[in-house]
């Protein structure tokens, strides 16, 4: 009786792991030799890994990460594309966000910068930081709109308090110059607090073309180009690689 009253108590508090670890243990003759104290950290390793992996959940589920299946362990390095595997992994401990410095990703159509991306913010979220995934054109048109109904104090909060915000598809198409200013905004609400990752197509020497405004391009560029880490991946496509390689 006192061991169901025990584990609805668990239960209640919202201590499910240490409940099911009780009940395992209840059911396991091995674990009755062991001491108050053995047992004990059994129960509470148990809630700490099933804290750990809700909480994981949840990251990443705000996070909404363009590629889910992205996973460090699984990136390729042999294939030839400009990928320097020292520099990825340095990128994977994540000290660059700790350190508040950006990162950014260049390269053709196919050439797995999403998928770099996806894995360094899948890195992130296991180290506990908070990531946020948006298509750069997307998130333009809702801070245009967040001005239109109040809603734009709380948009860019959201961005400046998210410790990794990754901005893909930069510059596939120019910005107008009311899009530039929002874009210096989100920068400059980040700069020297968090980290931003950046993907795009379009080689560095091209970013000023994007912006209509040279000082908001000077402003916006000085504040990423500088500091920041860089990838930039060569080669052709790689789906079409793994499509061949899937027909030999």
Not at 88 to 107: F, K, P, S, T, Y
Request: glycine content about 4%; charged content about 30%; overall charge neutral.
């Amino acid at each position: 009786m006192l061991k169901e009253q025990t584990l609805q108590k668990l239960f209640s508090m919202k201590l499910s792991g240490m409940a099911e670890a009780l009940e395992e243990q209840n059911q396991q003759p091995e674990f009755f030799s062991l001491s108050f104290e053995d047992r004990l950290a059994f129960l509470v390793e148990r809630e700490w890994e099933e804290r750990k992996a809700r909480k994981l959940k949840r990251r990443l589920h705000v996070a909404k990460i363009k590629q889910t299946n992205a996973c460090p362990e699984d990136i390729d390095y042999r294939t030839p594309r400009g990928l320097d595997k020292h520099t990825m992994i340095q990128l994977l401990e994540c000290q660059w966000i700790a350190d508040h410095r950006n990162v950014i990703v260049i390269g053709p159509t196919g050439s797995g910068k999403s998928y770099l991306s996806s894995a360094i913010a899948q890195k992130a979220c296991r180290m506990d930081y908070s990531v946020r995934y948006e298509r750069l054109s997307r998130l333009l048109q809702k801070i245009e709109l967040s001005h239109a109904d109040g809603s734009n104090l709380k948009l860019m909060e959201k961005l400046s308090k998210t410790a990794l915000l990754i901005l893909d598809d930069w510059g596939i198409t120019s910005w107008t110059e009311e899009e530039a200013k929002y874009l210096f905004d989100i920068l400059e609400d980040r700069n020297g607090s968090a980290s931003t990752l950046i993907i795009s197509q379009i080689p560095l020497e091209n970013w000023y073309d994007l912006i209509p405004n040279q000082t908001i391009a000077d402003a916006i560029l000085d504040r990423l180009v500088h500091s920041s880490h860089k990838l930039i991946l060569t080669g052709g496509s790689m789906r079409k690689k793994k499509e061949h390689s899937d027909l030999d």
